[in-house]
Protein backbone atom coordinates (compact mmCIF):
# COMPACT_ATOMS: atom_id res chain seq x y z
CA UNK A 1 0.00 0.00 0.00
CA UNK A 2 1.55 3.42 -0.56
CA UNK A 3 0.56 5.72 2.41
CA UNK A 4 1.94 9.08 3.47
CA UNK A 5 2.99 9.79 6.38
CA UNK A 6 3.22 14.00 7.24
CA UNK A 7 5.57 15.20 10.48
CA UNK A 8 8.28 12.35 9.24
CA UNK A 9 10.95 13.79 10.80
CA UNK A 10 9.16 14.19 14.39
CA UNK A 11 9.00 11.90 17.31
CA UNK A 12 6.22 9.12 16.34
CA UNK A 13 6.57 10.09 12.48
CA UNK A 14 10.03 9.22 12.37
CA UNK A 15 9.71 5.77 13.85
CA UNK A 16 6.21 5.33 12.25
CA UNK A 17 7.79 5.59 8.82
CA UNK A 18 10.38 3.40 9.23
CA UNK A 19 7.94 0.53 10.88
CA UNK A 20 5.73 0.72 7.87
CA UNK A 21 8.81 0.20 5.28
CA UNK A 22 9.27 -2.55 7.32
CA UNK A 23 6.01 -3.98 7.10
CA UNK A 24 6.26 -3.83 3.22
CA UNK A 25 4.47 -0.57 3.00
CA UNK A 26 5.71 1.94 0.30
CA UNK A 27 6.21 4.70 2.50
CA UNK A 28 5.91 8.48 1.44
CA UNK A 29 7.46 10.71 3.81
CA UNK A 30 6.21 14.06 3.97
CA UNK A 31 8.40 17.05 5.51
CA UNK A 32 8.90 20.95 4.60
CA UNK A 33 12.02 19.86 3.99
CA UNK A 34 12.61 16.92 1.53
CA UNK A 35 16.48 17.59 0.60
CA UNK A 36 17.58 16.75 4.96
CA UNK A 37 15.73 14.18 5.16
CA UNK A 38 17.36 11.01 6.42
CA UNK A 39 14.62 8.55 7.53
CA UNK A 40 13.01 5.74 6.23
CA UNK A 41 10.20 6.38 2.91
CA UNK A 42 10.92 8.52 -0.32
CA UNK A 43 10.55 12.23 1.00
CA UNK A 44 8.34 14.31 -0.58
CA UNK A 45 7.68 18.20 0.13
CA UNK A 46 4.62 18.82 1.94
CA UNK A 47 3.32 21.96 4.06
CA UNK A 48 -0.17 21.57 5.84
CA UNK A 49 -0.54 25.72 5.49
CA UNK A 50 -0.29 25.19 1.35
CA UNK A 51 -3.20 22.74 -0.03
CA UNK A 52 -1.78 22.83 -3.49
CA UNK A 53 1.59 20.81 -1.96
CA UNK A 54 -0.81 18.45 0.13
CA UNK A 55 -2.50 17.29 -2.83
CA UNK A 56 1.06 17.04 -4.99
CA UNK A 57 2.13 14.82 -2.13
CA UNK A 58 -1.24 12.37 -1.28
CA UNK A 59 -0.90 12.25 -5.38
CA UNK A 60 -1.75 8.73 -5.74
CA UNK A 61 -1.66 7.14 -1.81
CA UNK A 62 -3.63 4.86 -0.58
CA UNK A 63 -3.51 5.73 2.68
CA UNK A 64 -2.31 8.32 4.93
CA UNK A 65 -1.32 9.47 8.47
CA UNK A 66 -2.17 13.04 9.92
CA UNK A 67 0.55 13.44 12.88
CA UNK A 68 0.40 17.44 12.82
CA UNK A 69 0.14 20.19 15.60
CA UNK A 70 1.20 23.55 16.04
CA UNK A 71 1.37 22.79 20.16
CA UNK A 72 4.02 25.28 20.40
CA UNK A 73 2.07 28.16 19.02
CA UNK A 74 0.07 30.67 20.79
CA UNK A 75 -2.78 30.57 18.15
CA UNK A 76 -2.61 26.58 17.49
CA UNK A 77 -6.45 26.10 17.70
CA UNK A 78 -6.45 28.10 14.47
CA UNK A 79 -3.44 26.85 12.78
CA UNK A 80 -4.40 23.24 13.77
CA UNK A 81 -8.09 23.50 12.66
CA UNK A 82 -6.79 25.63 9.08
CA UNK A 83 -4.55 23.03 8.31
CA UNK A 84 -6.94 19.86 9.00
CA UNK A 85 -9.65 21.48 6.59
CA UNK A 86 -6.77 21.85 3.78
CA UNK A 87 -6.00 17.89 4.43
CA UNK A 88 -9.15 16.75 4.09
CA UNK A 89 -10.23 18.56 0.84
CA UNK A 90 -6.44 17.02 -0.43
CA UNK A 91 -6.83 13.80 0.60
CA UNK A 92 -10.39 14.08 -0.80
CA UNK A 93 -9.11 15.42 -4.39
CA UNK A 94 -6.40 12.97 -4.39
CA UNK A 95 -9.06 9.85 -3.71
CA UNK A 96 -7.29 8.52 -0.53
CA UNK A 97 -8.52 5.73 1.07
CA UNK A 98 -8.19 6.40 4.39
CA UNK A 99 -6.66 8.60 7.45
CA UNK A 100 -5.34 7.73 10.12
CA UNK A 101 -5.18 10.61 12.89
CA UNK A 102 -3.60 10.54 16.56
CA UNK A 103 -4.97 12.25 18.96
CA UNK A 104 -5.82 12.84 22.17
CA UNK A 105 -7.57 11.10 25.34
CA UNK A 106 -10.30 12.19 27.60
CA UNK A 107 -14.23 11.71 27.92
CA UNK A 108 -16.19 13.86 25.19
CA UNK A 109 -18.40 14.78 28.38
CA UNK A 110 -15.73 16.46 29.90
CA UNK A 111 -14.77 19.73 30.23
CA UNK A 112 -11.39 19.37 28.03
CA UNK A 113 -8.51 21.52 27.68
CA UNK A 114 -7.92 23.74 25.28
CA UNK A 115 -5.37 21.42 23.73
CA UNK A 116 -7.84 18.44 23.76
CA UNK A 117 -11.00 20.30 22.31
CA UNK A 118 -8.58 21.23 19.68
CA UNK A 119 -7.45 17.77 18.74
CA UNK A 120 -11.13 16.86 18.43
CA UNK A 121 -11.73 19.75 16.16
CA UNK A 122 -9.26 18.29 14.25
CA UNK A 123 -10.84 14.56 14.28
CA UNK A 124 -14.17 16.16 13.23
CA UNK A 125 -12.41 18.72 10.52
CA UNK A 126 -10.52 15.56 9.05
CA UNK A 127 -13.87 13.88 8.01
CA UNK A 128 -15.69 16.74 6.42
CA UNK A 129 -14.90 15.80 2.82
CA UNK A 130 -15.74 12.21 3.86
CA UNK A 131 -12.67 10.10 3.69
CA UNK A 132 -13.13 8.07 6.49
CA UNK A 133 -11.19 8.51 9.70
CA UNK A 134 -9.62 5.86 11.56
CA UNK A 135 -8.46 7.86 14.84
CA UNK A 136 -5.87 6.61 17.73
CA UNK A 137 -6.47 8.50 21.34
CA UNK A 138 -3.41 8.70 23.63
CA UNK A 139 -2.26 10.06 26.65
CA UNK A 140 1.24 10.43 27.74
CA UNK A 141 3.21 8.87 24.91
CA UNK A 142 6.78 7.71 26.37
CA UNK A 143 9.41 7.47 24.61
CA UNK A 144 12.98 9.26 24.00
CA UNK A 145 11.97 12.63 22.09
CA UNK A 146 8.88 13.01 22.97
CA UNK A 147 7.18 16.45 24.74
CA UNK A 148 5.68 14.87 28.03
CA UNK A 149 7.92 12.35 28.57
CA UNK A 150 10.68 14.41 28.41
CA UNK A 151 9.32 17.34 30.95
CA UNK A 152 9.10 13.85 33.35
CA UNK A 153 12.99 13.21 32.67
CA UNK A 154 13.87 16.52 33.29
CA UNK A 155 11.81 17.34 36.07
CA UNK A 156 13.00 13.92 37.82
CA UNK A 157 17.09 14.65 36.60
CA UNK A 158 17.01 18.34 37.65
CA UNK A 159 14.88 18.80 41.16
CA UNK A 160 15.61 16.17 43.85
CA UNK A 161 13.09 18.33 45.49
CA UNK A 162 10.14 19.35 43.99
CA UNK A 163 7.45 21.22 44.45
CA UNK A 164 4.27 20.14 42.82
CA UNK A 165 0.89 21.70 41.90
CA UNK A 166 -2.86 19.75 42.07
CA UNK A 167 -1.94 18.09 38.64
CA UNK A 168 0.59 15.87 39.91
CA UNK A 169 -2.12 13.39 41.23
CA UNK A 170 -4.41 13.71 38.18
CA UNK A 171 -4.69 10.01 36.81
CA UNK A 172 -3.36 9.18 33.02
CA UNK A 173 -2.80 5.87 31.15
CA UNK A 174 0.57 5.93 29.58
CA UNK A 175 1.86 4.46 26.76
CA UNK A 176 5.15 3.36 25.01
CA UNK A 177 6.21 5.18 22.03
CA UNK A 178 6.55 1.55 20.42
CA UNK A 179 3.40 0.43 21.08
CA UNK A 180 1.62 3.72 20.06
CA UNK A 181 3.19 3.01 16.53
CA UNK A 182 2.44 -0.78 16.29
CA UNK A 183 -1.09 0.21 17.13
CA UNK A 184 -1.12 3.02 14.16
CA UNK A 185 0.66 0.15 11.59
CA UNK A 186 -2.02 -2.44 12.93
CA UNK A 187 -5.01 -0.90 12.06
CA UNK A 188 -3.70 0.25 8.68
CA UNK A 189 -4.80 -3.36 7.68
CA UNK A 190 -7.55 -4.18 9.94
CA UNK A 191 -10.90 -3.48 7.41
CA UNK A 192 -13.15 -2.72 10.95
CA UNK A 193 -11.04 0.09 11.73
CA UNK A 194 -12.02 1.83 8.92
CA UNK A 195 -13.80 4.89 10.36
CA UNK A 196 -13.88 4.53 14.17
CA UNK A 197 -12.44 5.35 17.07
CA UNK A 198 -10.01 4.11 19.46
CA UNK A 199 -8.78 4.54 22.63
CA UNK A 200 -5.03 3.26 23.49
CA UNK A 201 -3.07 3.03 26.77
CA UNK A 202 -0.48 0.93 28.56
CA UNK A 203 -1.78 -1.79 31.11
CA UNK A 204 -1.13 0.83 34.64
CA UNK A 205 -3.38 4.25 34.97
CA UNK A 206 -0.79 6.19 37.26
CA UNK A 207 -1.03 9.62 38.76
CA UNK A 208 1.36 12.26 36.87
CA UNK A 209 3.16 12.00 41.19
CA UNK A 210 3.75 8.03 41.03
CA UNK A 211 5.29 8.46 37.15
CA UNK A 212 7.79 10.93 38.46
CA UNK A 213 8.42 8.96 41.33
CA UNK A 214 8.61 5.68 39.12
CA UNK A 215 11.19 7.58 37.27
CA UNK A 216 13.27 8.42 40.14
CA UNK A 217 13.27 4.57 41.86
CA UNK A 218 14.60 3.13 38.51
CA UNK A 219 17.39 5.69 38.44
CA UNK A 220 18.14 5.30 41.82
CA UNK A 221 17.60 8.77 42.79
CA UNK A 222 15.64 10.07 45.66
CA UNK A 223 12.42 12.53 44.94
CA UNK A 224 11.36 14.93 47.60
CA UNK A 225 7.77 16.06 47.09
CA UNK A 226 6.38 19.32 48.66
CA UNK A 227 2.64 19.75 47.44
CA UNK A 228 1.58 23.48 46.41
CA UNK A 229 -2.06 23.55 45.97
CA UNK A 230 -2.16 26.89 44.65
CA UNK A 231 0.86 26.76 42.23
CA UNK A 232 -1.37 27.99 39.10
CA UNK A 233 -1.06 27.13 35.28
CA UNK A 234 0.71 29.57 34.56
CA UNK A 235 2.77 29.62 37.22
CA UNK A 236 3.41 25.60 36.49
CA UNK A 237 4.29 26.64 32.78
CA UNK A 238 7.00 28.87 33.86
CA UNK A 239 8.54 26.43 36.20
CA UNK A 240 8.64 23.86 33.94
CA UNK A 241 10.17 26.24 31.14
CA UNK A 242 13.19 27.06 33.66
CA UNK A 243 14.20 23.59 34.92
CA UNK A 244 13.54 21.82 31.38
CA UNK A 245 14.02 22.61 28.30
CA UNK A 246 9.68 22.63 27.46
CA UNK A 247 9.07 26.18 26.56
CA UNK A 248 6.06 28.21 28.30
CA UNK A 249 3.64 27.81 25.32
CA UNK A 250 3.70 24.52 24.95
CA UNK A 251 3.98 23.93 28.85
CA UNK A 252 0.73 25.87 29.70
CA UNK A 253 -1.13 23.68 27.01
CA UNK A 254 0.55 20.33 28.56
CA UNK A 255 -0.48 21.87 32.27
CA UNK A 256 -4.12 22.32 31.15
CA UNK A 257 -4.30 19.06 29.95
CA UNK A 258 -2.66 17.19 33.12
CA UNK A 259 -5.56 18.45 34.81
CA UNK A 260 -7.97 16.14 33.21
CA UNK A 261 -8.09 12.65 33.73
CA UNK A 262 -7.45 10.81 30.48
CA UNK A 263 -7.51 7.05 30.76
CA UNK A 264 -9.08 4.50 28.85
CA UNK A 265 -12.91 3.26 28.93
CA UNK A 266 -12.93 1.40 25.86
CA UNK A 267 -10.46 -1.22 25.11
CA UNK A 268 -11.82 -2.32 21.20
CA UNK A 269 -8.16 -1.94 20.05
CA UNK A 270 -7.17 -4.39 21.78
CA UNK A 271 -9.36 -7.34 19.67
CA UNK A 272 -8.35 -5.27 16.42
CA UNK A 273 -4.54 -5.44 17.37
CA UNK A 274 -3.87 -7.96 19.53
CA UNK A 275 -0.50 -7.95 21.64
CA UNK A 276 0.62 -7.08 25.09
CA UNK A 277 1.46 -3.28 25.58
CA UNK A 278 4.90 -2.65 27.66
CA UNK A 279 4.08 -1.76 31.58
CA UNK A 280 5.33 1.66 33.06
CA UNK A 281 8.62 0.76 33.84
CA UNK A 282 9.70 -1.33 31.12
CA UNK A 283 8.83 2.23 28.83
CA UNK A 284 10.76 3.83 30.96
CA UNK A 285 14.22 1.58 30.53
CA UNK A 286 13.68 1.51 27.05
CA UNK A 287 13.52 5.52 26.22
CA UNK A 288 16.25 5.99 28.86
CA UNK A 289 18.46 2.65 26.91
CA UNK A 290 17.62 5.04 23.45
CA UNK A 291 18.46 8.24 25.01
CA UNK A 292 22.21 6.96 26.50
CA UNK A 293 22.14 5.37 23.25
CA UNK A 294 21.34 8.11 20.92
CA UNK A 295 24.27 10.31 23.06
CA UNK A 296 26.61 8.07 22.73
CA UNK A 297 26.48 8.24 18.70
CA UNK A 298 26.05 12.15 18.91
CA UNK A 299 29.57 12.10 21.25
CA UNK A 300 31.17 9.59 18.82
CA UNK A 301 30.44 11.73 15.67
CA UNK A 302 31.60 14.52 17.50
CA UNK A 303 34.62 12.92 18.36
CA UNK A 304 35.30 11.72 14.68
CA UNK A 305 34.39 15.41 13.46
CA UNK A 306 37.48 16.42 15.70
CA UNK A 307 39.64 13.88 14.35
CA UNK A 308 38.82 14.76 10.60
CA UNK A 309 39.28 18.27 11.42
CA UNK A 310 42.86 17.71 12.97
CA UNK A 311 43.80 15.21 10.20
CA UNK A 312 43.40 18.11 7.65
CA UNK A 313 45.76 20.75 9.43
Not at 66 to 78: A, I, K, N, P, Q
Not at 197 to 206: I, T
Request: hydrophobic share 40%.
Amino acid sequence: MRVLVTGASGFVGGRLATALADAGHDVRAMTRRPEGYEGSGTPVAGDVRDEASLREALDGCDAAYYLVHSLGDEDFERKDADAARAFARAAAAAGVGRIVYLGGLGRDGDQLSTHLRSRREVERLLGETGVPVTVLRAGIVVGHGGVSWEMTRQLVAHLPAMVTPRWVHTRTQPIAIADVVRYLVGVLDAPEAEGRVFEVGGPEVLTYLQMLSRVADLQNRHLFVVPVPLLTPQLSSRWLALVTDVDVTTGRSLIDSMSIEVVVTDDAIRSVVPFEPMDYDEMVMAALVERARARRQRDGERRGGWLSRGARR
